[in-house]
């Protein structure tokens, strides 16, 4: 409780409006339970059985991906080494295009539940089973880390038992996914969409205020080197340059949107494909607004405390805690509102907790239990889904409690998605786009994939880069009218990054470590995706990959990309009649179409002859 000196404490108003959240969240979640008749069906509870229209999803989709890690880490990212953060509005524009043109047409097209049920259809039955074995573990170990941070920043602040957030979150979590199946996410998520964006709101209203504008916040932020949006730098050992970002960045982040189950499983729950189409670039628009908040958020901090540090100072342990203590300091004398901004961590937690929940679910009863089982009920499939919610909730619990020993949360979240989640781009990739590719190729390659991954990841967690790779723009405490006198200018240059449990101290710097492992860790995901996909090229060719037939639904078709153009032949006259089901697009989905949307036989057979 040291920390509380000089700023503001929690009040119990602060309590009632964090209090209201997890209720709300709740509620939403038993009202799904009992609305029209529950969730009869497996797919009902992990597909919000196929119905979901663009909005909601699109908002889910940003929500879940804006954890309370990115809420935390990006503003003291932004403090520490600067603007650069923002290239990743371009990022998030090409992840959203790949994903919605390459590999939603082809999911959607095979109206699958799980996407690594389309590694048994395009590959065999083993590879699905690496894809899905890869992604559980990915997941929950991620689940963890964003259980972890925000109770670890709100501990810190605001002297909120730690271990009692960590439980509370996980269990109202648990609690709606395993009532409300997929439309409980969905919905919650949309819910805390909104506090996400009404807390960051807050921050950035009330600092405005307090330092003078806008304009004031940004020659701040101008004066100390924060608004360093250009460096072009092309070296791949830099941590964050125009490069690395865009071409790394793509590839993280690619492999959650594109292929990851759980943003696919929501986009793939819409109506129809346009409808699905239409949720990603919504989705786009919320990623713009919230990354440029959290960077604002950022140079609001820098404009605080430009001359006196409070990490320096020792008055925070970490710079996830950076932006809980601005909240405490700035808004102190308005009770609730700082309850508001924690409110909002945990909107990005439980909404990001829940998809993951819900999506090992799904992959668990679709990849694990129906195979081998096959003569179950869909009544009791849907009991063991929401049996699996449970069981998958107390293990991201338990996961928090190991995350607890591991350092830099942002990194280390990024890395695991980074290491895991680029040789599984690299999988879907070869599968989709690559006709010849065969099922030995496909292993090999995902094994080679995540071998270097792993190696260049684990290194870099134990002999974390140098500071001249990372960048830190220097922190200064000379304002602090502390025991600190003016002279001693202390600046953070000397931390180095990574303040992982793991790390080794004091070694001799091999060239290894020097340039292997100092390897920007967006460039992980890359490393496994290419290593992933030119090994599966390599081998695939002489172990007969072009003799095989396949089946061209499981490909990427010139077709795929025309089609959406159909849209604009056919709006001109469908817009009067919404009752009209081919405006959705639904026509290109012949295969489906009568499960998708409630077409006439006749209608099927005539598509049926298009593949």
């Known amino acids: 409780m040291d920390a509380q000196r000089g700023i503001g404490g929690f009040v119990v108003w602060d309590y009632v409006v964090f209090a209201g959240m997890l209720l709300i969240s709740a509620a939403i979640g038993i009202y799904y339970a009992l609305a029209r008749g529950g969730q009869q069906t497996s797919k009902d509870f992990l597909m919000g059985g196929r119905s979901m229209t663009a909005v909601p999803v699109a908002l889910s989709l940003t929500a879940s991906f804006m954890s309370a890690v990115t809420i935390l880490g990006t503003p003291a990212e932004v403090y520490r080494f600067g603007a650069i953060f923002i290239i990743f509005s371009i990022t ?35 590879i699905r089973l690496c894809g899905t074995v890869l992604f559980i573990f990915q997941t929950i170990l991620y689940t963890g880390i964003v259980i972890y941070a925000p109770a670890l920043a709100l501990n810190q602040v605001t002297g909120f038992d730690l271990w009692g957030a960590v439980v509370a979150t996980g269990v109202v979590c648990t609690f709606y996914c395993t009532l409300g199946g997929l439309k409980a996410v969905v919905w ?8 996400i964006v009404a807390g960051f709101a807050s921050v ?39 490069w690395t970002i865009i071409l790394g960045g793509t590839f993280t982040w690619t492999s ?36 440029i908040c959290s960077v ?23 710079a996830d805690q950076l932006l809980p203590y601005l909240v405490l300091d700035i808004l102190q004398d308005y009770p609730g509102v700082p309850g508001l901004f924690v409110a909002c961590v945990y909107s990005g937690t439980l909404s990001t907790v829940s998809s993951s929940i819900n999506a ?56 695991i998605f980074g290491m895991v989640g680029g040789p599984l781009l690299g999988l879907f990739s070869l599968g989709i786009l690559v006709p010849f590719a065969n099922s030995i190729g496909a292993f090999v390659g995902l094994l080679a994939g995540f071998i270097i991954s792993l190696w260049v990841g684990i290194g870099a967690q134990l002999y974390p880069p140098l500071p001249e790779r990372t960048l830190p723009l220097p922190l200064e405490t000379y304002g602090c009218n502390s025991t600190y006198n003016a002279t001693n200018l202390m600046t953070t240059t000397e931390m180095p990054f990574s303040t992982s449990a793991f790390q080794i101290h004091n070694t001799e710097r091999t060239p290894l470590m020097d340039n292997w492992y100092s390897l920007s860790y967006l460039y992980f995901s890359t490393l496994g995706t290419l290593t992933t996909l030119f090994v599966g090229l390599l081998i695939s060719l002489p172990t007969g990959g072009r003799k095989q037939d396949l089946d061209p639904r499981f490909l990427l078709t010139k077709k795929d990309f025309l089609s ?9 006259h469908v817009l009067s009649h919404k009752s009209h089901p081919l405006e959705d697009g639904g026509t290109d989905n012949p295969a489906f179409s009568h499960i998708a949307l409630n077409f006439t036989d006749q209608s099927s057979k005539d598509n049926g002859t298009r593949l």
């Open 296 to 318: 604002f958020c950022g140079f609001a901090l820098y404009s605080r405390y430009h001359d006196c540090d409070p990490w320096t100072a020792k008055k925070v342990s970490e």
């Open 256 to 291: 959650i949107y594109g292929v990851n189950q759980s943003q696919v499983q929501r986009y793939i729950s819409c109506k129809s494909r346009f409808q699905a189409k239409l949720s990603l670039y919504i989705n786009l628009v919320g990623l713009w607004i919230i990354l």
């Open 92 to 126: 998030y524009f090409l992840v959203v295009v790949i994903s919605a043109e390459v590999f939603l047409p082809v999911f959607y097209r095979l109206g699958i539940t799980s996407t690594y049920e389309y590694l048994e259809l395009r590959f065999n039955r083993f």
């Open 188 to 195: 919650t998520d949309v819910f805390q969409v909104g506090i």
């Open 564 to 572: 959406n153009f159909d849209i604009f032949k056919k709006k001109n």
């Open 360 to 415: 090992l679910a799904a992959v668990t009863v679709e990849d694990l239990i129906k195979p081998h089982f096959g003569s179950l009920s869909e009544r009791s499939l849907s009991w063991v889904s929401q049996g699996m919610s449970v069981l998958y909730g107390a293990l991201c619990i338990g996961m928090a409690a190991l995350a607890s020993l591991m350092g830099a949360l942002l990194q280390a979240a990024l890395s």
């Open 204 to 242: 950035i209203i009330q600092a405005s205020v307090t330092q003078g504008g806008i304009n004031a916040i940004l020659s701040d932020a101008y004066n100390g080197g924060r608004l360093n949006f250009w460096n072009f730098n092309p070296n791949p050992l830099q941590r964050h340059t125009f």
